[in-house]
């Protein structure tokens, strides 16, 4: 999607950016409209361990297909089946994507992130439910 919006806007899902994890409302296909910005399984990784987000730029109704195309992309996409597609962006979270992978490849960091939390909620339990 467009990387020139507010932040305002990527909360809404209207622009996203590398990095901003991505809300997801599972969709029946027949509901999704041209514009709509989809997740999908992209055609010949039918195995779940890709998906990509792109815009709906053509809609088949009787033939049950979409036509997609990434943002900053000058080409469609080819040409996917309805039951490829998983929903409709709703929403983004800047920044939290790339936390999360990189606490995914560093066990050091998950570790370091996971004593902070620990600390504040101990910090936090004492000065809210302490007896004074």
């Known amino acids: 999607m467009r990387t020139d919006k507010s932040l305002g806007e990527r909360f809404k899902g209207e622009a996203f950016e590398k990095g901003d994890l991505l809300i997801v409302k599972m969709t029946e296909p027949s509901k999704v409209e041209v514009k709509d910005v989809v ?8 195995d ?21 195309r990434g943002d900053a992309n000058n080409m469609d996409d080819p040409e996917i089946a309805d039951k490829q ?7 983004a979270v800047p920044v939290i994507g790339r936390l999360l992978t990189s606490v995914q490849e560093n066990p050091y960091l998950a570790i370091g992130l996971a004593v902070i939390f620990l600390l504040l909620l101990s910090i936090i339990s004492k000065y809210f439910f302490s007896k004074a």
């Not at 997740?39 to 039918?46: A, C, D, K, M, R």
């Not at 597609?85 to 929403?91: A, D, H, L, Q, Y």
């Open 39 to 46: 997740t999908f399984v992209p055609s010949g990784i039918e």
């Open 48 to 68: 779940g361990s890709v998906y990509l987000t792109h815009r709906v730029v053509k809609k088949d109704a009787e033939k049950k297909t979409f036509i997609t």
């Open 85 to 91: 597609i998983i929903g409709v962006v709703v929403g």
